[in-house]
């Protein structure tokens, strides 16, 4: 909050000083109209300053002397000016008191005695000035009041927001929002009470939990719920099926699946497998202009930063595949988020030759896409369903994570645990890394050797989502 109030007190100081800060010319100005005003001491004011600001002056000089010399203060050498051609003033609106030896600007010609001390410029600057005087000094008074007023509701306004942060920061501090069901938790919560999703990294981990994982052989948190297209297990028939189609390039494929079943993980390892003899372009999720698709495989097959390209044209990227020496695999994810003019372009996309199109979404993403573009339906010639993982893929998923991070197999990780956190999860890979995350940190509290059934047994946030899966599957079946 301080460095708030200080930043807000910078900017207004920046911004009143150049508004209250004036010119020579200007004060200059304005200590000629304080003279006509009959205003003496306030002309001397200010001509003293313009001779602080600018010595040289000439003007400056001239009539500060002459108007000491009218109140009969002690006068400066007087500067020797040309002789003054006589003009006749501009009529005032309304008449104007002025000292004795000006007497009036309303007889229309400057008196002889002025004009004969002041110079050229200085008189004409009297004569001209007149017109303006008043309204001028009223206009540059409430002009700078203006400002002066705006600053500071500017700076007020800063420290009520800053207030208002401060307060709310209060209260977040107190909870914590869940990233994944976006449910509310105390501050002091490592899991959400609702989906089971771990708040704290590991990297934070300090003391018994450091020792607990040194103690394991393990650099980090083997289950995070990071995609690691590496770690990919499971699903064997279905990702032989899917590479046979792809090297045949027979048409397109569709794989489909609930939340948490492995599609993204699938994708990104196929895209890693498919890049050295094809060139494999994982899209994370549908644009809402197709454009952005034409423009990201072309910078992709370029190997340019998308950045630095302009827009491509399909007939663009269709010459650019025709000259490609290499197949050209488009794997797309969360397909159900297409809309139906993206889809129709799709359709165009997945006409071009050697073109091969895996798309991924939820189960929807088929009908979806057989209503609102038939013709692309048609050219599918696969359809994988990714249902849940087996209790051996369980085991090797949970084997390959440990292992990641320099543990030995399992350990410390029962097999009748494993057959636990199977049924538990009911295979799939998403709620597997959550269920082990959550064990993990109850035998980092009980600094546990052996994790066993007894390690797993109350968990009823995974209970609760489990029963919430299984009614949505009822009625959607």
């Keep these: ?140 008074d409430r002009m700078y009041s203006a400002l002066l007023f705006l600053a500071t509701g500017l700076l007020l306004i800063l420290v009520l927001l800053e207030f208002y942060l401060y307060l709310s920061g209060r209260y977040q501090r107190k909870i914590q929002v869940c990233p994944e069901c976006g449910s509310k938790n105390s501050h002091e919560a490592d899991f959400c009470h609702k989906c089971g999703v771990r708040f704290k990294i590991w990297g934070e981990t300090e003391g018994a939990q450091r020792a607990w994982l040194s103690k394991m052989g393990w650099r980090n948190n083997p289950f995070s719920l990071d995609v690691i297209p590496g770690l990919f297990t499971g699903y064997a028939l279905q990702v032989n099926a899917i590479m046979e189609k792809i090297n045949a390039r027979s048409g397109h494929i569709l794989v489909y699946g609930n939340i948490g079943v492995g599609k993204t993980t699938l994708l990104r390892w196929l895209t890693e497998k498919l890049e050295k003899d094809n060139y494999a372009i994982y899209v994370a999720r549908p644009p809402v202009d197709f454009q952005d698709i034409i423009n990201y495989i072309v910078s992709k097959m370029k190997g340019q930063l998308f950045s630095r390209l302009g827009k491509f044209s399909l007939y663009d990227l269709e010459g650019l595949i025709k000259k490609a020496r290499k197949p050209v695999v488009i794997l797309l994810d969360e397909a159900h988020e297409f809309t139906e003019r993206i889809e129709q372009q799709m359709r165009t996309l997945g006409d071009m030759p050697n073109v091969v199109c895996v798309l991924a979404g939820l189960p929807r993403t088929r009908e979806k896409i057989k209503e609102h573009s038939p013709p692309f339906f048609d050219r599918i010639v696969l359809e994988v369903h990714l249902e849940h993982l087996g209790l051996n893929e369980i085991r090797d998923l949970i084997r390959k994570r440990i292992e990641s991070v320099g543990g030995k197999d399992i350990k410390p990780f029962t097999e009748d645990a494993i057959d636990k956190i199977f049924r538990m999860s009911g295979g799939r890979p998403r709620m597997v890394l959550k269920i082990c995350d959550w064990v993990m940190a109850e035998a980092i509290r009980k600094n546990l050797d052996i994790i066993g059934v007894e390690a797993i047994i109350d968990l009823p946030a995974f209970q609760l989502e489990e029963e919430r899966a299984s009614k949505a599957a009822g009625k959607t079946g």
């Design 1 to 140: 909050m301080k460095k708030i109030l200080l930043i807000s007190l910078l900017l207004l100081t920046f911004m009143v000083v150049p508004v209250m800060a004036q010119t020579a010319e200007e004060l200059y100005s304005r200590a000629v109209n304080k003279y006509f005003l009959g205003d003496n001491e306030g002309a001397i004011r200010d001509l003293n300053e313009v001779l602080s600001l600018d010595p040289g002056y000439a003007k400056a000089k001239a009539l500060l002397s002459e108007i000491k010399k009218e109140s009969g203060k002690p006068a400066e050498a007087p500067v020797i000016a040309p002789p003054a051609v006589p003009k006749t003033p501009r009529p005032t609106s309304r008449p104007v008191t002025l000292p004795p030896t000006v007497r009036s600007i309303v007889p229309k010609k400057i008196t002889p005695e002025v004009s004969s001390v002041l110079p050229v410029s200085v008189s004409e600057d009297i004569k001209v000035k007149p017109k303006i005087s008043i309204l001028g000094l009223v206009l540059k």
